[in-house]
């Protein structure tokens, strides 16, 4: 006789995302697999703690008329949705349902559907556009004179007041600096001259992946990530030509705008690889992205593969290095202690704590680690009705790292780190972790 078991005991195993069949678009089905869903997590509850969406489910079953799922008005099934960001965190590390297990319950992906559903149906508003439309603003903020009027207007109270009456751009989220003097102008024609040292799992030469807030907003990651690089005797140039990985517009729903970056940037990165480079991107979301989101869309792409099995985070290029024996442990300078915030699109990438392991080869360095979300995820923690949210569910890390007092708070997500730094009454600001292994080799 056959039973269902409570929970599942193997490895999860993500299913491509069906969205070029009809049933993928069908709002009855839709609505159907959500309930389904929806009471599969009703009757678990073991997702409470990680984002806002699980706790808007649950008070909305517990104040229904039956107290369960069919209680709840299925118009109100879009508040669940708004605050899913597709962390995938419920998927990877607390969901005992996900498949194998015959529930085959994938809530990110569902949430996703949804998204894409609505935006199919509706559009999206004048802001989300804007908020996710990362390439266009960064061209236009990084003119030199707007860059200027930018960067001012996002500090001026008044000016920010006015975003937030307009754009609902809540008035208290930190917005990112632009710079003319972009990432991909600082490394227009670099070559570092370093002759590659391949290794059993690396080429020894990266083409690096800027991404749109490497680019504009801390070309500095990317600078810093030259360094360290370059100093481990690794020859860094950009990658050829890019534009958005698409994270922002996949979590809008916007999936044929997910589509049309894929078609832009996978040629290019894919000739890189055949050419014999690896591919690395400073942003958690953006290498994510082509390791995971866009192989579950477009499975059957051999180039989507090929850039998927060579693109990599830089920490855990550098380690793989290291296992070889190609890392320079010469650091020059302690780093104290420090509060390391592990980013969730970083988490799920299943390499493990790898920037973790390389701050701890510095030494008389303690590493505290926090695995809590920050909340932010890109424009989630700068929309006027997120924002306090967003903020309660960072609240964790920074209590933490009030209590650690630390000499330095660090996150593989900058945008994290920022959120962190919105929360605390110091005004002591994030370094990223390329920035704290640069100073330790004193480069």
Known sequence: MSTVKEGNLK?????????????????????????????ICHGCRRCISLCHAFPTLFDLVDESSTMEVDGVDKSDYRKVVDHCYLCDLCYQIKCPYVPPHEWNLDFPHLMLRAKAVRYKQQGASKRDRLLTSTDAVGKLASIPVITQTVNLGNQLKPVRKLMGNMMSIHPDATLPKYHSHTLR????????????????????????????????????????????????????????????????KLELGDLDSVERAKDANIPVLAKMVDEGWD??????????????????????????????????????????????????????????????????????????????????????????????????????AVKSEFHDISMKICRPVINKVRQENPDAYTSDCPMAGHQIGNGLENNMKPEHPLRLIRKAYGL
């Not at 995302?17 to 089905?29: M, V």
Request: a negative charge; one cysteine or more.
């Open 185 to 248: 102008k600082r490394m227009g024609g670099h070559d570092s001259g370093l002759v590659p040292r391949p290794t059993t799992s690396t080429k020894g030469k990266v083409a690096l992946f800027t991404t749109c807030y490497g680019n504009y907003n801390e070309p500095e990651l990317g600078e810093d990530l030259v360094s360290i690089f370059e100093h481990n005797g690794i020859p860094v140039v950009p990658v050829n030509r890019e534009q958005c990985c698409g994270m922002p």
């Open 279 to 380: 591919i690395v991107g400073p942003v958690p979301s953006c290498v994510l992205m082509f390791k995971q989101e866009l192989p579950l869309m477009f499975p059957d792409d051999p180039d989507v593969i090929k850039v998927r099995d060579n693109i990599y985070d830089p920490f855990e290029y550098l380690m793989l290095r290291h296992k070889d024996g190609e890392l320079r442990t010469d650091f020059k300078n302690s780093l104290g202690k420090v509060v390391y915030h592990v980013a969730c699109h970083l988490r799920v990438q299943k390499i493990g704590m790898k920037t973790r392991e390389l701050l701890q080869l510095v030494p008389d360095t303690e590493i505290i680690t926090v695995e809590r979300c920050s909340g932010h995820d890109g424009t989630y």
């Open 11 to 39: 490895a999860p195993t993500r299913h491509p995302l069906n969205w070029k069949e009809a049933d993928f678009w069908d709002e009855d089905s839709l609505y159907k697999e959500m309930e389904r869903s929806f009471d």
